[in-house]
């Protein structure tokens, strides 16, 4: 399958998931996370992707869970895991620290525009030489976040 291809159907099923959860704004945002605590082993390796409908700072300001989607990227070159329907709590974020609690470990959070989040999930693989034991994971999920991304559903 194309790259383009994967990365629209990516797009999509991100939608999906996300008009699944009860999530009304059509616009997607996405941060890369960086690892507030001390990491464990090569955990600083795998920077989290957080996908939402709504922002980090307006989640929080709801006082309102939200549904979002995680992708465990290696080096933000390649994704590892992908991961939807995941539950953030609304107290999980402090905005005015730009702080997220995501399972159990904290992060600090950076927004990141639509071509950075487009050059990731068109290329899943990425460029860095790594082993894996399994294919990039869910490439229906890739495309609907792709679709999300360009500013479909």
């Known amino acids: 399958m194309k ?3 994967v990365a629209l159907l ?19 945002h996405a941060y890369y996370l960086f690892l507030a605590d001390v990491p464990q082993g ?8 957080l996908v939402a409908r709504q922002t980090l700072e ?3 300001a709801s006082g309102r869970d939200a549904m979002i989607v995680l992708i465990t990227t290696y080096e933000r070159d390649s994704i590892w895991k992908l991961e939807q329907n995941v539950s953030l709590a609304a107290a999980a974020v402090a905005a005015r620290d730009r702080i997220v609690r995501v399972r159990g470990r904290r992060y600090r959070y950076q927004e990141i525009g ?9 290329k899943p693989e990425g460029s860095i030489p790594i082993h894996r034991i399994t294919g990039v994971p869910d490439k229906k999920l890739l495309e609907d976040l792709i ?3 360009r500013g479909g559903k």
């Open 3 to 5: 790259p383009g291809l």
């Open 10 to 28: 990516a797009l999509v099923v991100l939608g999906n998931a996300l008009d699944a959860a009860g999530e009304a704004s059509a616009s997607r």
């Open 42 to 49: 090569c955990e600083d390796c795998y920077v989290p992707l």
């Open 58 to 60: 307006e989640v929080a």
């Open 114 to 122: 639509a071509a950075e989040a487009l050059r990731l999930l068109e």
């Open 147 to 149: 679709a999300a991304s």
